[in-house]
C-alpha cells in the first residue's frame, strides 16, 4: 500500500515550458487535491476533484489545469510555466471532502527559470 | 471557510509537554477541528480531529473548550522528533465544494 505518490520528485523548467505532474492513490479515494507550498504563505489550495471525471477551482488556480480521468490519478498541468510557479507542490487524497483526514504525497520541487 | 490564527513560532525542551492554541472565532455549528504536522521535504500528516469537549489519541490530545472559538493541541512529553510545523484547521465534512484552507502554521522548535 503505497498511499499518495507523486512524479517527478524534482523539476527544473524554462520559462515557458510545459508539464505534467502525476499524483497517483491507492486508496480508493474520491476526493484528490493540489496545493502549492512556498515559504511563509503556507499551503494554499490550486484545484480539487471530488470524484473521477470532475474538478474544480481552489484558491490559487490560474495558471494550471487539471484532470481526473481515473479515479486513482490527479494530473496538475502548467501550459506555460511562469518563474511565479516555483514552489514545491503537494498531491492529497481524503474518503470525503473538507474536515476529513487528507493523506499527502511527498511532494514535487519545481524551479521555473 | 473559518479563519484560523495560530502563533508563529515556539520553543521547548524535550520532556516538556507543549500546547499550541489556535484562535477561530467565526466557527461554524457543523465545523470540525483539525490538525496536522509538517516535517521539511514532506506532505503535511494528520494528528487529530475534534468537534468538542476533549479528544486524545495515542501522540495528541485536542482540548475544545464549550464556545468552540479556540482550541489547544497538546503534545505530551516533547522529543526532538517534534520538530515540525504544526497547522491549525476548521471546516465542515462533506460540504458540497469544501477543501481546507491551510494556514501558516506554528513552528515548534524542540531542544535538548
Known amino acids: 500500500n503505497a498511499g499518495v505518490t507523486q512524479t517527478p520528485k524534482f523539476r527544473v523548467l524554462k520559462t515557458g515550458q510545459s508539464m505534467t505532474l502525476l499524483c497517483a492513490q491507492d486508496?480508493?479515494?474520491?476526493?484528490m487535491y493540489w496545493y502549492r507550498q512556498d515559504p511563509g504563505m503556507g499551503l494554499r489550495l490550486i484545484h480539487y476533484?471530488?470524484?473521477?471525471?470532475?474538478?474544480a477551482k481552489g484558491e490559487v488556480p490560474d495558471g494550471y489545469n487539471v484532470s481526473r480521468l481515473k479515479k486513482q490519478n490527479f494530473l496538475l498541468g502548467l501550459e506555460s510555466a511562469a518563474p511565479s510557479q516555483t514552489s514545491v507542490y503537494f498531491c492529497?487524497?481524503?474518503?470525503?471532502?473538507?474536515?476529513?483526514?487528507?493523506?499527502f504525497g511527498p511532494g514535487t520541487r519545481l524551479t521555473v527559470t | 471557510l473559518a479563519k484560523t490564527t495560530q502563533p508563529i513560532s515556539m520553543d521547548s525542551y524535550e520532556g516538556q509537554e507543549v500546547n499550541i492554541t489556535c484562535s477561530h472565532n467565526?466557527?461554524?455549528?457543523?465545523?470540525?477541528i483539525t490538525w496536522y504536522q509538517q516535517f521539511p521535504s514532506q506532505g503535511p500528516r494528520f494528528i487529530i480531529q475534534?468537534?468538542?469537549t476533549k479528544v486524545t489519541n495515542e501522540v495528541a490530545s485536542l482540548f475544545i473548550p464549550a464556545d468552540r472559538k479556540s482550541s489547544t493541541l497538546s503534545l505530551p512529553r516533547v522529543s526532538l522528533s517534534d520538530t515540525a510545523v504544526y497547522y491549525c484547521?476548521?471546516?465542515?465534512?462533506?460540504?458540497?465544494?469544501?477543501?481546507?484552507?491551510f494556514g501558516k502554521g506554528t513552528t515548534l522548535s524542540v531542544s535538548s
Open positions: 475534534g468537534y468538542k
Open positions: 467565526n466557527i461554524a455549528t457543523n465545523d470540525y
Open positions: 492529497a487524497s481524503s474518503s470525503g471532502t473538507g474536515a476529513y483526514e487528507q493523506y
Open positions: 484547521l476548521v471546516g465542515a465534512r462533506n460540504q458540497a465544494g469544501t477543501a481546507l484552507i
Open positions: 476533484s471530488v470524484g473521477e471525471g470532475t474538478t
Open positions: 486508496m480508493n479515494h474520491e476526493y
